[in-house]
Structures are given as structure tokens and as C-alpha cells.
């Protein structure tokens, strides 16, 4: 999303996640510290003299003003998702405007680009994910992304009666703002959960657990059969928080979550869920519910592994399908299960965590930002979502886009657990805005508790005063959530 995430990264690049980031979807990552802060761009707002660019006539088929000609400059993340989705957006874009358009598909987001925005010549539209991304916090803080209000104000490509925010999934908003402003796009919608081969588990006999201790007692029966119950992307430790902090919040509540996201003083200590979650993970390693080795792997090792059945279950989220496609079994029936059922639980069973990720941004000091936003307009069409998912098996926030498709069995059973969910989604803010903090600080804690060298009151006490340390940073730019 989303965050954030190794994820989408090859077998030598970390991508955090989530990020990413933020919808299936996509959110995370580990940015490289100091990314900006070479950056001279004086912070504040931006005038209109420092955005000014080619502009064209507003029209009802140029409904952003998007100069005929104007060349376009597109900086994709080519990760577990590719990079083609996007060149076939782009090829629209060319036919419709008759422009050039220039593309860079990169792992290295953040390196390449940091010093073009620092100079003042940006590209026009980015997709920010992978591990070494590009810090919005700050890029919003200086004035360098765009307003994509009018993109939201546009009329969709598909029904010109509707606004493209009327099309997308209204978490999507919610996610992508900055305070009051709108600037940041996550096109994907990513479903976090745990993972497994549907064929392994009726092959078995084994039925997805409902509960936490189902979960346990299952873990029991498969380290008998001989084979692992979990394994995870030791390298990486962060992409075990796709589950453990949705669980959190499905046991604890969201309010109880939001206190956790606001950086609010005892939110992780006071928390009861946070005890009986963090119990549940210790009391796994302390059975050796784990692949042996699994804290030495990354994610495409960890997802080899599943894939040639010595782990059963696996944290990620629901771009693994393609990410992991080279290495999956033709049968193995991918599928993911919703979050599990714990003691007393505020939200009940089936609550999932699925939000927006893979998030795009529009540079307002670019050559044509309006361009940018108009290349965002095409992506949000029904045809190029349905085109993502064919791609990239994956969901995009453009809601209902893949109805009536045939789906691939991952994105199928992701599809099946969001219908069910209902207005039970879970969408956590930690990792998108203090990335450092969750995959760094509260990564490594979380990679000793799982090694079985932390117990879970430890865990505890240290992931607070490491959230505690943030809070009282002032380098550092707060956000807060009321929802």
C-alpha cells in the first residue's frame, strides 16, 4: 500500500511494503534516511509562478486542461507488479494527446529522483513504491506534490456524469491525504493476510482456523505431518506486521489502533490486544512453529519455500501471486484467509485488512503536472483496471472494475474474503507515516520475538518507547487519524 515493504522488490531489494503503501493493491518500505534532506526546496507551499506549466482548453474530453503535444515524463517502480499496466496507460495517454512520453522503469526510485527534485526538475508522474522510495511526509511538508483535487473533481473516463472520486474506494481518499490536501494516489487496493495452498490444506484434511487458538492446535498437527506451519521473510521482519498489527486492531478495536497511530503515550501498553497478540506470536516460536532458517530469508526466499511446501501459511500481501507466480505450483490454489478471532474481540469474524497501496504522485514543479493527473485519469478506467488485474492478478481502488472477470486463484480468493468483509476493513496508518519506526526500530523487535531471543513483554515495552522516541522528535512530521 503499502507499504512499505520488500514486497515487489527482486531477491536482493527490499521492498518494506507497505508501503504501500496503500489497495489490491501494495505499501511498503525501508527509506533510505537523509532522502530529502539535501533537498533545497525552502519548504512551505508553492506559488503559482514556481508551478505554472503548459496548459491546454478545459474541454469535456480535457477536463484537466492538458496541453496538446506537451511531452510526459512517467517514473514507475518496477517491481513484483511490473511496470507494462503503466506503458499501456501511457500509450493512451500518447494517442490522446499526441505526446511523447517518456518512461523509466527503476527499482531505485528514491536515488534517481531525489536529486532531480532537490534541482527543481521532477518527473511528472511517479510511482513511489519499493524500498528505496522517496519520503512524502516531507515532500508534501516542502510543497512538492501536487494537489490532485481536481483529479477527484474530474469526470471519469467511463461515465462523464460521475467523478472519479465517486469510482474509487473512499479509503483511498482518506489514505492519500496530508492533512486537508489530497496528494498522493494509491491506485492499487492490496488484501494483507495470511497465505496458503488451498490444494495443500484439502490434501491435508486441514480446515483454515478460525481462532488464534485454532491456529495454535493446527500448528500442532502440521510440525507432526513434517512440515513447517509458518514461515516468513526473516530479512524483512516488518512483513509479519501485515498480520500482527490488523490483529491487534481486530481484538483491541479501531479507536484503541488509532491511539497506536497517533504515536499516543501507553497506546501500546495499555492496549490488551496488544498482550494477547504479541503472547500468541511468542508462544509460535517458542514451539518452533517456524521454518528453521526463516530469519535469514527474504521475501522471494520465504515465498520459494511455501511455494515448494515447507511452510504452510505466509504473511504478505496480495501482490505475492505475481511476485511469487515464477516459483507456484500450476495447482497450488492460492488462497488468504481473513484475520483470526481472538478473546473478546470489537470486530468480528471475517475483518480483514484491506487498503490502498502502490502510491502514485503528480510532482507540482514538474513540466505538466496536468498531464500527470490526466495519466492518472486514464489508469482509473474500468479498461485499465481490468487491465491491472490481468497483469498483476491484483485488485486496483477503482471498485466493482473486476466484476464478471475470470479471476486467477489468488486474486479470486482475495475478491471473495474483501466481498465478505463488508465494511469490516482495516487500514493502518503506522507504517505509511513513520516507515523507519515499523520496519527498522519495531521490525527488529519483532524479528527477535519470532527467533525466540524477546519475549512478548519485552516486545512491548520496547516497541513503546521506540514510538515514544518518535513522538518526541521534533524532526520528524506528525500526522493524525480520528478514522
Not at 462523464?160 to 490536501?181: F, L, Y
Amino acid at each position: 500500500m503499502g507499504s512499505t515493504s520488500a514486497r515487489n522488490g527482486d531477491d536482493g531489494i527490499g521492498r518494506r511494503d507497505l508501503i504501500k503503501r496503500s489497495a489490491a493493491l501494495g505499501l511498503i518500505t525501508v527509506p533510505t534516511a537523509g532522502f530529502l534532506s539535501a533537498c533545497a526546496t525552502g519548504g512551505g507551499g508553492t506559488s503559482e509562478k514556481e508551478t505554472k506549466a503548459p496548459g491546454g482548453e478545459k474541454t469535456a474530453k480535457n477536463p484537466l486542461g492538458v496541453a496538446k503535444g506537451a511531452p510526459l515524463e512517467a517514473f514507475i517502480f518496477k517491481g513484483g507488479l511490473g511496470d507494462q499496466y503503466a506503458k499501456d496507460a501511457e500509450a493512451d495517454y500518447k494517442a490522446a494527446y499526441g505526446a511523447d512520453v517518456k518512461h523509466t522503469g527503476t527499482q531505485q526510485v528514491g536515488p534517481k529522483l531525489t536529486p532531480r527534485f532537490a534541482g527543481g526538475n521532477p518527473p511528472d508522474v511517479i510511482d513511489n513504491s519499493g524500498a528505496d522510495h522517496l519520503d512524502m511526509n516531507k515532500l508534501s511538508t516542502q510543497g512538492q506534490l501536487q494537489d490532485l483535487s481536481a483529479l477527484l473533481d474530474a469526470p471519469s473516463l467511463d461515465d462523464p456524469a460521475k467523478k472519479v472520486r465517486d469510482t474509487i474506494h473512499p479509503s483511498t481518499i482518506e489514505k492519500g491525504r496530508h492533512g486537508d490536501t489530497f496528494d498522493v494516489l494509491y491506485y492499487a487496493f492490496t488484501i494483507y493476510g495470511t497465505w496458503y495452498s488451498r490444494k495443500l490444506l484439502d490434501d491435508k484434511g486441514w480446515t483454515y482456523p478460525r481462532t488464534l487458538s485454532e491456529m495454535v492446535t493446527l500448528c500442532g498437527e502440521i510440525k507432526k505431518a513434517g512440515i513447517a506451519p509458518w514461515t516468513y521473510a526473516g530479512k524483512y521482519p516488518y512483513y509479519v506486521h501485515f498480520n500482527l498489527f490488523a490483529q491487534i486492531a481486530k481484538i483491541g478495536g479501531m479507536e484503541k489502533w488509532i491511539a497506536i497511530d497517533n504515536l499516543e503515550p501507553n497506546a501500546w501498553t495499555s492496549n490488551d490486544a496488544v498482550k494477547e497478540v504479541i503472547e500468541h506470536y511468542e508462544e509460535l516460536a517458542a514451539k518452533k512453529y517456524f521454518l528453521a532458517g526463516s530469519q535469514g530469508l527474504t521475501h522471494i526466499q520465504s515465498q520459494t519455500a511455501w511455494n515448494k511446501g515447507k511452510a504452510v501459511f505466509i504473511p504478505n500481501g496480495s501482490w505475492v501471486e505475481n511476485e511469487a507466480a515464477p516459483t507456484t505450483p500450476k495447482d497450488f490454489g492460492m488462497a488468504v484467509g481473513p484475520l483470526f478471532d481472538g478473546t473478546g474481540d470489537t470486530m468480528p469474524h471475517g475483518t480483514l485488512r484491506g487498503e490502498p497501496s502502490e502510491p502514485y504522485i503528480v510532482a507540482a514543479k514538474g513540466g505538466n503536472p496536468a498531464g500527470g493527473m490526466e495519466l492518472l485519469r486514464i489508469m482509473l478506467s474500468r479498461k485499465h483496471a481490468q487491465n491491472f488485474a490481468t497483469k498483476v492478478k491484483s485488485l486496483t481502488c477503482v471498485m466493482d472494475a473486476t466484476a464478471g472477470m475470470t479471476l486467477s486463484p489468488g486474486l479470486a480468493s482475495a475478491s471473495k474474503v474483501f466481498k465478505e468483509a463488508g465494511d469490516n476493513l482495516i487500514s493502518l496508518q503506522l507504517q505509511e507515516w513513520y516507515p523507519a519506526l515499523t520496519d527498522e526500530k519495531i521490525g527488529g523487535l519483532t524479528g527477535q520475538l519470532l527467533t525466540g531471543e524477546l519475549k512478548a513483554a519485552e516486545w512491548i515495552k520496547k516497541t513503546q518507547a521506540e514510538c515514544d522516541k518518535v513522538a518526541k522528535d521534533s524532526s520528524v512530521t506528525k500526522f493524525k487519524r480520528s478514522a
